[in-house]
Nanobody, 121 residues
Framework: VQLQASGGGSVQVGGSLRLSCTAS????????MGWYRQAPRKQRELVAT???????NYAESVKGRFTISRDNAKNAVYLQMDDLRPEDTAIYYC????????????????WGRGTQVTVSS
């Protein structure tokens, strides 16, 4: 299974970006999905998560500006980012909990390679 993320880029303060992340390769289902980010010289932090049933959770710093969504048919998770600020500058990583059968059912978190988001003033 591989996760492919896209949609990063450079925008000015107040701008918007939409990140996408799709899982492919093999037969599987996906439980929770999420986005994390890591700014220079900082630890990776949670941005938003979404459960299989669509319940969402956001970091306080992005509430009201970011929206996470998913398309189960496409094994995809999205992050709509509005009103972007310089402090949102980071590498954004998607993660999906992949459930597969290989002798037994097991759930494993997979991570995308990261996509850069840069917000300039």
């Amino acid at each position: 299974v591989q996760l492919q993320a896209s949609g990063g880029g450079s925008v000015q303060v107040g701008g918007s970006l939409r990140l996408s992340c799709t899982a492919s390769g093999g037969t599987f289902t996906v439980n929770n999905m999420g986005w994390y980010r890591q700014a220079p010289r900082k630890q990776r932090e949670l941005v938003a998560t979404i459960t299989l049933l669509g319940s969402t959770n956001y970091a306080e710093s992005v509430k009201g500006r970011f929206t996470i969504s998913r398309d189960n048919a496409k094994n995809a998770v999205y992050l709509q980012m509005d009103d972007l600020r310089p402090e949102d500058t980071a590498i954004y990583y998607c993660t999906q909990e992949i459930r597969q059968f290989s002798g037994r059912w097991a759930t494993t978190p997979y991570w995308g390679r990261g996509t850069q988001v840069t917000v300039s003033s």
